[in-house]
């Protein structure tokens, strides 16, 4: 598969398989294709799709296949931002945020990848459950506003505002910890909670988080009488 991304703030990702190649995709991510692309709608086992349903993904993925020749197939980012392309490999895993996944080769495996301590997780909101990435393949990642990456070394850590983190190295651990005092928890307009991740790997974050823009408008939404 070849493949450019092209476009801002709104970019699309083009696709070019050859022939018998096959991509998998969320429901909705296509945007257009040739007409020799071959849909196929499937599960891949209870299992995996309970798993999709709790990473924020849809139960069902499509399959697209160029069958007969080459085809070319084209996905569009849902909101402003942009789509990264990732290498999956044995040991270059990526863990990435709720509904960031867009398409990526039929051999990346999604599974979910749930946080070491669950009650942290599940108070820190966006930071408890996200997906995994691995096998071996091209994976598209959407990331929300402007990307900033970081490469962290064993022990290093950042500490994130839950939601800007879209995407880390596989070899990154994660956790929430509470923002410290009461003064600052209730008056301070941060939350109660921070997502720390800690190297060796790197971080992706993004500056504009779909819930924080959705947040940023209500005060300007006319309210119904």
Same mark, same amino acid.
């Given at each position: ?12 990702? $083009?696709?070019? @398989?050859?022939?018998?190649?096959? &991509? $998998? ?5 296509? #945007?257009? &294709? ?12 209870? /299992? ?7 990473? =924020?993904?849809?139960?069902f993925q499509n399959r697209y296949t160029a069958e /007969? ?8 980012? #849902?909101f402003p931002g942009a789509i990264l392309a990732f ?9 990435? *945020?709720?509904?960031?996944? @867009? ?10 990848? %749930? *946080?070491?301590?669950?009650? =942290? ?12 990435? #691995?096998?071996? /393949? ?14 962290? *070394?064993? =022990? ?11 995407? &880390? ?12 005092? @009461?003064?600052?928890?209730? @008056?301070?307009?941060?939350? %109660? ?7 060796? =790997?790197? $971080?992706?974050?993004?500056? &504009? ?5 959705? #947040?940023?408008?209500?005060? %300007? ?5």
């Amino acid at each position: 598969m070849k493949y450019t991304i092209e476009g801002a703030p709104l970019p699309i990702v $083009i696709c070019d @398989l050859d022939a018998g190649e096959t &991509m $998998i995709t969320e429901k909705g991510a296509m #945007s257009w &294709m040739t007409p020799n692309m071959k849909m196929e709608t499937v599960g891949g086992g209870v /299992g995996k799709m309970v798993g999709r349903m709790f990473s =924020g993904e849809a139960m069902f993925q499509n399959r697209y296949t160029a069958e /007969g020749g080459p085809g070319q197939i084209v996905y569009a980012s #849902s909101f402003p931002g942009a789509i990264l392309a990732f290498e999956i490999s044995a040991g270059q895993e990526i863990i990435a *945020q709720k509904s960031a996944f @867009l398409a990526s080769a039929s051999t990346v495996e999604l599974s979910v990848a %749930f *946080q070491k301590k669950l009650a =942290g997780g599940f108070f820190g909101g966006e930071g408890f459950i996200m997906q995994r990435l #691995s096998g071996q /393949g091209t994976a598209f990642l959407e990331i929300d506003g402007y990307v900033k990456e970081y490469d962290l *070394q064993a =022990g290093q850590s950042m500490i994130i505002d839950t939601g800007y983190l879209a995407a &880390m190295s596989g070899s990154c651990t994660m956790d929430i910890t509470s923002v410290k005092g @009461l003064k600052n928890k209730f @008056l301070g307009g941060e939350g %109660f909670f921070n997502t720390v991740v800690t190297g060796p =790997g790197k $971080i992706y974050l993004q500056s &504009m988080p779909v819930n924080q823009m959705a #947040s940023a408008l209500i005060p %300007f939404m006319p309210s119904s009488r």
